[in-house]
C-alpha cells in the first residue's frame, strides 16, 4: 500500500508543470502582473510577490519602457491583450525610481 502510495506521489509530482524564474543582473523573467501608461511611455510590473525586479533595478518596483521604443510598447501590449503575459525583460537599470527596459521577449 506505501509503495503504491509513493509511486502515485511521485507520477503526480513529475506531472506537473515546473516554470522555473530565471534573473540575472540584466534580466528578469517573469509574468506581466500589472500595466499602466504614463506621459513618457508603458509602465510594466511583475508580481512582486513571486517575481523579483533585475539586479540592476534594486529599489525599483515598476518597470519603464519610454515612449521612444514604440516596438517594445507595442510587442508589450500585444502580449497582453493575447493572453500571454510571460516575458524575459531585459533592463539598463534604475532611472528615476523605474527600472528602464531595453527589450521584451514574449515567451511563447
Known sequence: MLRKFLLSAVFLC????????HAGPTWQEGEIWDHSAVAGGLLIR??????????????ATWMFIPETSKTIIAVALMSIASGNRRAMVYSSGNVSGFCTVTQLDPIN
Open 14 to 21: 513529475s506531472s506537473l508543470p515546473l516554470t522555473p524564474a
Open 46 to 59: 511583475f508580481n512582486p510577490a513571486i517575481t523579483a525586479m533585475p539586479d540592476n533595478c534594486a529599489g
